[in-house]
Nanobody
Framework: QLQIVESGGALVELGGSLRLSCAAS????????IGWFRQAPGKGREGVSC????????NYADSVKGRFTISRDSAKNTVYLQMNSLKPEDTAVYYC????????????????????WGQGTQVTVSS
């Protein structure tokens, strides 16, 4: 059974840091791409960052470049999103998505690339 579980969301002050985790299980292959997305109240879901199945290739939305870092620990089947210098506009529910990918260096960052989603974790940044 495929399962994706996000954790690490919290209330944090302006300029603070958080690390989100995405644990994936049940995939028949070890090769799957991961994407982080977020949805703020009243807005659509948007891409934040994505990482290829090998972890070699990553991509970031312009709004988070230089502040967020995505990484993966394949031994733990876990992908992390380190978020620094948080701003109120980062407030959103953050979702992790996974998709089997036979291409180790291809990252996938579009919503439509993913079929498997977690339930989300709330990040709130207070000013």
């Amino acid at each position: 059974q495929l399962q994706i579980v996000e954790s690490g969301g919290a209330l944090v002050e302006l300029g603070g840091s958080l690390r989100l985790s995405c644990a994936a299980s049940g995939f028949t292959s070890d090769y799957y791409a991961i994407g982080w997305f977020r949805q703020a109240p009243g807005k659509g879901r948007e891409g934040v960052s994505c990482i290829s199945s090998s972890g070699v290739s990553t991509n970031y939305a312009d709004s988070v470049k230089g502040r967020f870092t995505i990484s993966r620990d394949s031994a733990k089947n876990t992908v992390y999103l380190q978020m620094n210098s948080l701003k109120p506009e980062d407030t959103a529910v953050y979702y992790c998505a996974a998709e089997p990918s036979p291409w180790p260096i291809q990252h996938m960052c579009a919503l439509t690339d993913y079929h498997y989603w977690g339930q989300g974790t709330q990040v709130t940044v207070s000013s």
